[in-house]
């Protein structure tokens, strides 16, 4: 019933730029917190980036002032800009929407490789 579906993902040299997309349906991104969260080979999932059904946003420290999250409601998806990629940002992406409140859920996408060479 739910699906999110990551693309965008792939093989970038350090310094380049990707532009992950995330589309939603049988959900109403509108509505929801959409976040990006990556993991790599051996380590926690982590936080990159997330933006509120307000538009607020925040972003991991490690990323901050490269990546950029932002969301289309209309397409019901969200986006996530990485501009001057390095090594450490190697790892598969995963989209989050979720919702808090009286009717609470907590969805993920399969994830997108994302690759940056030295």
């Known amino acids: 019933q739910v699906q999110l579906v990551e693309s965008g993902g792939g093989l970038v040299q350090a310094g380049g730029s990707l532009r992950l997309s995330c589309v939603g349906s049988?959900?109403?991104?509108?509505?929801?917190?959409l976040g990006w969260y990556r993991q790599a080979p051996g380590k926690q999932r982590e936080l990159v980036a997330a933006?509120?059904?307000?538009?607020?946003?925040n972003v991991a420290d490690s990323v901050k002032g490269r990546f950029t999250i932002s969301r289309d409601n209309a397409k019901n998806t969200v986006y996530l800009q990485m501009n001057s990629l390095e090594p450490e940002d190697t790892a598969v992406y995963y989209c989050n929407a979720a919702r808090s409140g009286l009717v609470k859920y907590d969805y993920w996408g399969q994830g997108t490789q994302v690759t940056v060479s030295s």
């Open positions: 049988g959900i109403i991104f509108s509505i929801n917190t």
């Open positions: 933006i509120t059904r307000v538009g607020s946003t």
